[in-house]
């Protein structure tokens, strides 16, 4: 009876072998949603720079594979969401896809982890999910074909797969995919030794509920609150663990309690609107310096659910993205600006002490006044419409850009939605309006009023 012991043996070791080689400090996403960014090359030196083990991209971008060749910096690369239906249907053309994908790059190029969409289950309907495990299975299929064995196959989920996350210890996946999508898709992950990847913010937590939620707790400052789970007895000490934990018992409840964790993106925005009390630089280089230093702690620190375990994660993101879609927010969650200087002072190796690094200022939320106008290089024709439905909204929004009204002059539809999307936000805001407008309002804190024609604002 001792024979299988021996195996069993070899099978924990090498197991927790290739989980430390993978732990290797933290890693950053490098999107590329800007029409400002350097080009790959650089951003890559830049990525050496800020001392990243490793790299998170959107898809496979030959021209960043080529840069990262022999840098020694593991990659994760993406099959795009609009390819996954395609790869579950058809071997073949998910054999193509590596070989045109992968293969040209590897082993000099250290691919190791390779997802197969972005939030498919968050930003696609529900005819792609039956297909996310079969696109998975066939990519992993192809891999094995190319002798590829050293890249993971797994999918990045947004923290909305979860129907309940409090008290950790209730995690639990949404109904509509607990059983058909995610629980075979934890097989795969186990029976692969891969990772459940996910994107953890607690920022956006914060956000929804600044009052409840305090802001210390979220940056890992705080030193006097704790939150126990009553079942466990668990004693949490920031968010981040909490939602970590709440994934971790999610899959527990499906009988996958030994899946890894993989942040896949977390973050904080050092930007974003002017009444987007909490993203600023103070705030984004706590988080980001404290999340690298909980991570990359010797011994392992783990979380309270699993001690010890280490917890793979790529900070999001590499620069401020000025094409994102959304609130301000999104576009200012870089460590680095466009023109490659840092935003503040980050090691992502945890190696440089906290006293080594450059002081960061104050946390400062704008206070004064603001109005809401045509964001920079909107679509016209979208804003014409967006400014329709502004004044529809009642209650004499549009009165003064009406003829003979004191802004009625200069009569084009961009002075006129400025117009209209101030007096909207001022009228509306109290009530939940927002100054968006599908992306083509920005809110600013320069009063565009003129001569006799005066702007409502509101006052943050
Ligand atoms: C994916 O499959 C659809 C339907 O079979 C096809 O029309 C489309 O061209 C395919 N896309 C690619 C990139 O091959
Ligand atoms: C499968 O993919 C290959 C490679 O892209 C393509 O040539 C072929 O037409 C596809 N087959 C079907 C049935 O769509
Ligand atoms: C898919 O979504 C649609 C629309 O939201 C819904 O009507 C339908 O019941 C869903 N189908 C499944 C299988 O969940
Ligand atoms: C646990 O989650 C369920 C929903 O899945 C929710 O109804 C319940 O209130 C949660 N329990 C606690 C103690 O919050
Ligand atoms: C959050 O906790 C800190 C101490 O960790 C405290 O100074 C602060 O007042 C608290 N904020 C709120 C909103 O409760
Ligand atoms: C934690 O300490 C801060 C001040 O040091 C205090 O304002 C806050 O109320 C305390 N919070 C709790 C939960 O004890
Ligand atoms: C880079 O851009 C930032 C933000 O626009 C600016 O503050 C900084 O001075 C720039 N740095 C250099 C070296 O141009
Ligand atoms: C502008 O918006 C209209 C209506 O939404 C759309 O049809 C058109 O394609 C857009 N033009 C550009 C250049 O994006
Ligand atoms: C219009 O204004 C009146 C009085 O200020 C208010 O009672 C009403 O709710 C407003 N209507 C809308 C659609 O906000």
């Known amino acids: ?35 400002n960014l350097p080009p790959p090359r650089i951003s890559v030196r830049l990525i050496q720079s800020l001392k990243a083990k490793s790299v998170k991209i959107y898809d496979a971008n030959a021209e960043i594979l080529e840069a990262l060749r022999n840098t020694g910096i593991q990659v994760s690369i993406m099959l795009p969401n609009e390819l996954v239906v395609n790869t579950s249907t058809n071997q073949t053309f998910s054999d193509h896809w590596i070989r045109s994908n992968v293969v040209p790059f590897y082993p000099e190029t250290l691919i190791r982890y390779l997802l197969v969409g972005n939030e498919l289950i968050s930003s696609t309907g529900n005819g792609t999910w039956p297909h996310i495990v079969p696109a998975m299975r066939r990519i992993s299929h192809s891999l094995k074909a190319f002798h590829l064995h050293k890249v993971k196959v797994g999918t990045p989920h947004a923290i909305d797969v979860l129907q309940s996350s409090f008290p950790p ?42 009052v409840h939620i305090n802001l210390s707790y979220t940056l890992f400052e705080s030193r006097n609150i704790t939150v126990t789970d009553p079942l466990t007895g668990l004693i949490y000490t920031n968010l981040f663990d909490q939602m970590v934990d709440a994934v971790y018992f999610a899959m527990k409840r499906l009988g996958y309690p030994g899946i890894p964790i993989f942040i896949a993106e977390t973050g904080w925005p050092n930007g974003g609107d002017l009444d987007q009390v909490g993203a600023n630089v103070h705030n984004a280089a706590t988080y980001n310096r404290n999340i690298v230093k909980r991570l990359t702690r010797k011994p392992v620190l783990g979380t309270p659910a699993r001690p010890g375990l280490v917890l793979p994660a790529f900070i999001f993101s590499l620069y401020n993205e000025n094409l994102k879609p959304g609130l301000g927010s999104e576009r200012h969650f870089g460590l680095l600006y466009p023109n490659g200087s840092k935003v503040y002072d980050i090691d992502l190796s945890g190696k440089t002490p906290e006293s080594e690094l450059a002081p960061i200022p104050p946390a400062v939320d704008y206070k004064g006044k603001a109005w809401c106008v045509v964001a920079e290089g909107a679509n016209v024709t979208a804003v ?28 084009s539809v961009t002075g006129h939605a400025d117009y209209a999307f101030s007096a909207y936000w001022a009228q509306f805001r109290r009530v939940g309006g927002t100054c968006f407008f599908n992306g083509f309002a920005t809110q600013t804190a320069k009063d565009p009023s003129y001569g006799s024609c005066k702007f409502p604002s509101v006052t943050l």
């Open 1 to 35: 009876m001792a024979m299988p012991l021996i195996p069993l043996f070899i099978f924990f070791f090498s197991f927790s072998i290739s989980r430390g080689e993978r732990s290797g400090g933290v890693g950053v996403n490098y999107g590329q949603l800007g029409n």
């Open 169 to 210: 210890s209730n995690g639990t996946f949404r109904n509509d995919i607990a059983f058909h999508v995610i629980k075979p898709m934890l097989h795969f992950l186990y029976k692969t030794r891969s990772f459940f990847f996910v994107d953890v913010y607690p920022f956006f937590s914060w956000a929804s509920d600044p």
């Open 384 to 411: 014409a419409a967006a400014l329709s439905y502004a004044c529809s909204q009642g209650n004499g929004t549009c009165d003064a850009i009406q003829p003979g009204n004191p802004c009625f002059k200069p009569d």
